[in-house]
């Protein structure tokens, strides 16, 4: 019987994530419970290498989700889902957890509302994996907030997991 190849560590390391793509395929992840298929978003809070909360898009608690009766259209977007980043952001003041100077990985880039509220919440850094075209032009405003708020905001493609 032949004996199984060994992996110097070298090896192991280049097949090892990131720490931030790490985090980005947690939101992947937590995209993956989303209940609007539109656009499935996941949103993770992390501090010091350690997840404090998740997020993902759907409808407010105990209300009806868009895969279920469909969507509700404003301006070519649905508004029934609460935003991924809304979500990890209510969680963790649901639960009384300390976000002030973490970081929010998301699948996809915030709109402008979200990445308002991301700055309120004390989040430096957002790293985001897909681009979103938020509403109102707005897209580009989020990247001259994060500059005037002192965020961070960096795009980083993840390798399939």
């Known amino acids: 019987m032949p004996k199984p190849k ?3 560590n070298q090896e192991k390391k280049n097949k090892r994530p990131s720490w931030k793509e790490y985090f980005l395929s947690v939101a992947k992840i937590a995209s993956s419970r989303s209940t609007c298929d539109r656009l499935r978003v996941g949103a993770v809070i992390v501090k010091n290498k350690a997840i404090l909360s998740t997020g993902y898009n759907g409808s407010s608690r105990g ?3 868009c895969d279920d009766v469909g969507h509700e ?6 508004i029934r ?3 991924a980043e809304a979500n990890a952001l ?3 003041a649901r639960h009384g957890i300390a976000i002030d100077g973490a970081t929010m990985f998301l ?3 915030p709109c402008y509302d979200c990445f308002k509220m991301i700055v309120n919440a004390g989040i430096k850094e957002v790293v985001y994996s897909g681009f979103y075209m938020s509403r109102y032009g707005a897209s580009k405003k989020v990247l001259d907030l994060a500059k005037k708020a002192g965020v961070k905001i960096k795009h980083l493609e993840i390798k399939e997991v």
């Open 6 to 8: 060994r992996i110097n």
């Open 63 to 65: 209300l009806p989700h």
């Open 73 to 78: 259209i404003s301006d070519g977007h649905c």
């Open 81 to 83: 889902t609460i935003h």
């Open 90 to 92: 209510v969680h963790a």
């Open 107 to 109: 699948t996809n880039s």
